[in-house]
């Protein structure tokens, strides 16, 4: 599978000031290299405020890092120009958490559709269009004699992030960042429209970075798409694994602790979990983060070494890899 998406070593730092003399940075992303090949998908999940919707605006081109390189293709996305950095826009997309913000409120259905097609010349005749925005409504299940000329404040939650996904989609897109895209919707609705995310890349061949703050939902996405799980704290990945090796075997005692406190409705299963008591509940703040590894304040395994040293991501068995002392050998 060739690379689509490669993020190396990408730091971003933001510079805050206190007072007049006092300058602090929030590492919001320290160090995350991360590798999306085309057909595959990567579930990136953390706790809100660990980074991850930065990493998401970086990966899209919109946030240029302190260090490190985005490569689209092997060409590093911040240097392109002219064609190929159009091309690059219109091939990775973004769908954002809350698609009320992100659709035009005076347009209507029709014309929110319309726009990228025209943009991007993929109908050729006017006459088209129509018909082509109507095809699309259908894929997503929604009927177009009834939606093309509705306003958003008009639609539902669900439909509107529908109508999101199938913009974004309509570009022909190889690369999806799907930022706490189900986040915004019921319960309810949040299945249906992954199932639908998911049909939908078979159809239109397109590769997700898909990006969570719910281990249940992360999980979901990355079985049914078998997709890698990347693990974030505090700017940092702390483990990455394919889905099954993750759920199955998690390592770092911070994924054991997400996994620990997603709830079960089957009671027997839930009396076989261990709990993984923390030491503290509270994430220390990015502007001050601990010496060492940064979840040792809370890790319930710390050892001497942990407040020292900062662990490196390496890898542990075949494709699994955590950053933790725990596993340093020899
Ligand atoms: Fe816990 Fe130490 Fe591993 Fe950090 S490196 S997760 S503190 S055992």
């Known amino acids: 599978m060739s690379s689509l998406l490669k993020l190396e070593d990408v730091k971003v730092y933001f510079e805050v000031k206190r007072g007049l003399r006092r300058t602090f ?3 919001a992303v320290d160090g995350v ?3 999306l090949r085309r057909g595959s998908s990567i579930v990136l999940v953390g706790e809100s405020g660990c980074g991850k919707t930065t990493l998401g605006k970086v990966a899209v081109g919109l946030l240029k890092p302190t260090s490190g390189k ?41 014309a929110i559709l319309a726009a990228p097609l025209k943009r991007w010349g993929l109908v050729k005749r006017r006459e088209e269009l129509l018909d082509k925005v109507a095809s699309l ?6 009927p177009p004699e009834e939606y093309l ?68 939902v992360a999980r979901y996405f990355a079985i049914r798409s078998r997709g890698f ?38 009671l027997e299963y839930a009396k076989t979990r261990e709990p993984l008591p923390l030491k503290r509940l509270d994430v220390p703040s990015p502007i001050n983060l601990p010496s060492g590894c940064r979840f040792h304040p809370r890790c319930p395994y710390a050892m001497e070494v942990c407040s020292r040293e900062e662990p490196l991501l390496k890898e542990y068995s075949k ?5 933790c002392h725990l596993y340093d050998r020899g």
């Open 25 to 27: 940075y929030v590492k």
């Open 33 to 35: 290299s991360l590798e």
């Open 70 to 110: 985005v490569l689209y293709k092997g060409k590093d996305v911040f240097s392109l120009k002219g064609r190929e950095r159009m091309e690059f826009r219109r091939r990775v997309q973004l769908v954002h958490q809350d698609p009320y913000t992100c659709l035009n409120p005076t347009k209507t259905v029709y």
């Open 137 to 142: 409504l259908e894929e997503i299940g929604i």
């Open 149 to 216: 000329f509705r306003y958003p404040h008009q639609l539902s939650g669900g439909e509107r992030q529908r109508i999101s996904l199938i913009r974004a989609l309509s570009v022909d897109p190889e690369v999806i960042v799907a930022d706490e895209a189900v986040s915004a919707v019921d319960a309810s609705i949040r299945v249906e429209l992954m199932d639908l995310m998911l049909k939908l890349r078979g159809k239109y061949n397109v590769s997700y970075l898909f990006i969570t703050h719910d281990l249940a």
């Open 229 to 266: 799980i990347a693990v974030m704290y505090l700017g940092k990945i702390l483990e990455l694994a394919p889905e099954d090796e993750i759920i199955k075997r998690p390592l770092h005692p911070y994924t054991k602790a997400l996994l620990a406190a997603v709830p079960v409705l089957d």
């Open 319 to 323: 494709g699994h890899y955590v950053a």
